[in-house]
Nanobody, 125 residues
């Protein structure tokens, strides 16, 4: 089992920045990669960004490219999401997730095995 604790959310004005963190513990050697998803009220959960632990590879939702950066510290089993130039449309609960298995599929929520509890990000206009 893998446990994930995500943090770093908050209230920020449009144009501001936040950094989310996700700390993994437990059977972390099983993890192929980690990602961030978000869910706004009344909307489906959507992929935001992901990073592989096996190869040097990151993936992003088109609308966050150039604004968000995902990074990882394997020694600390921690993943970060640096969010700059935030917009009101970025308002959502952000969830960290970890994927185990054989094949890394970064953008599909159903392929992730473990989830954090979520952290609220609110961007005011």
């Amino acid at each position: 089992q893998v446990q994930l604790v995500d943090s770093g959310g908050g209230l920020v004005q449009a144009g501001g920045s936040l950094r989310l963190s996700c700390a993994a513990s437990g059977r972390t050697f099983d993890i192929l990669g980690m990602g961030w998803f978000r869910q706004a009220p009344g909307k489906e959960r959507e992929f935001v960004a992901a990073i592989s632990r096996i190869v040097d590879s990151t993936s992003y939702l088109d609308s966050v490219k150039g604004r968000f950066t995902i990074s990882g510290d394997n020694a600390k089993n921690t993943v970060y999401l640096q969010m700059n130039s935030l917009k009101p449309d970025d308002t959502a609960i952000y969830y960290c997730a970890a994927q185990a298995g054989v094949k890394w599929v970064p953008s599909v929520a159903a392929r992730y095995n473990y989830w954090g509890q979520g952290t609220q990000v609110t961007v005011s206009s």
